[in-house]
């Protein structure tokens, strides 16, 4: 296995316009989460998936933001009619469960002009 | 809502120097998570810690978590180049709540 893969690693697109980003997770994770990080901030939760169930939301996750996990293992998170302020790296990770600890893929570095 | 506040925010050393930075929570860990994050990658696990006053350590890095739960410390011995970064502490909850990070860099 070789770890929590993004794809893609850059995306620049202009404001207006629909973005989406896939994870792929260890394949013997149960749970999978997306994040957000600014410059100078930790990451922020956004959502997450135990298989294919989303069971969580942040209110940071506003209705532009969408997330599936159809069928348990790969993730895609959309964000339609981008804004300059979803301008960020968004970050993926997975575990085994609670308290476990959690692997990150190398992030999509989002850039809205 | 929980709140984790890492200290300092910035940190600048010489080579061979020792280190210490903190992180501190409005309230009681679930579990204790430290990560270190290179500019342009992700977060990657350092140590898990559970039970209070527990010690860990990972070669130059020792890592304690306060009796109470609530606040944890992360030395670094004769730091190196390599130990430059982010270092961010994490409540292993359901969500993995983070501080803002403490960067490192060490000047060779």
């Known amino acids: 296995d070789t770890g929590v893969s993004q794809d893609p690693r850059h995306k620049i697109t202009k404001r207006g316009q629909n973005v989406t980003f896939r994870c792929d997770p260890i394949s013997e994770h149960n749970r999978l989460y997306w994040y957000r990080q600014t410059l100078g901030q930790g990451p922020e939760f956004l959502t997450y998936f135990q298989n294919e169930a989303q069971l969580e939301k942040s209110r940071l996750l506003s209705d532009r933001f969408s997330a599936e996990r159809p069928k348990g293992s790969f993730s895609t998170l959309e964000i339609q009619r981008t804004e300059q302020g979803d301008s960020a790296m968004y970050l993926c990770?997975?575990?085994?469960?609670?308290?476990?600890?959690?692997?990150f893929g190398s992030g999509t570095r989002l850039t809205v002009v | 809502t929980q709140l984790l506040e890492q200290s300092p925010q910035f940190l600048s050393i010489q080579e061979g120097e020792n280190l210490t930075v903190y992180c501190n929570s409005s309230?009681?860990?679930?579990?204790l998570q430290w990560y270190r994050q290179e500019p342009g990658e992700g977060p990657v696990l350092l140590v898990t810690?559970?039970?209070?006053?527990e010690v860990k350590k990972l070669k130059r890095l020792t890592f304690q978590f306060g009796d109470a739960r609530k606040d944890s410390s992360l030395h670094i011995t004769a730091a190196q180049p390599g130990d430059t970064g982010l270092y961010l502490c994490?409540?292993?909850?359901?969500?993995?709540?983070f501080g803002k990070g403490n960067q490192v860099v060490v000047i060779p």
């Open positions: 994490a409540d292993g909850n359901n969500r993995l709540a």
């Open positions: 309230s009681v860990f679930s579990s």
């Open positions: 990770a997975s575990s085994g469960g609670q308290n476990y600890g959690y692997t």
């Open positions: 810690v559970v039970t209070g006053g």
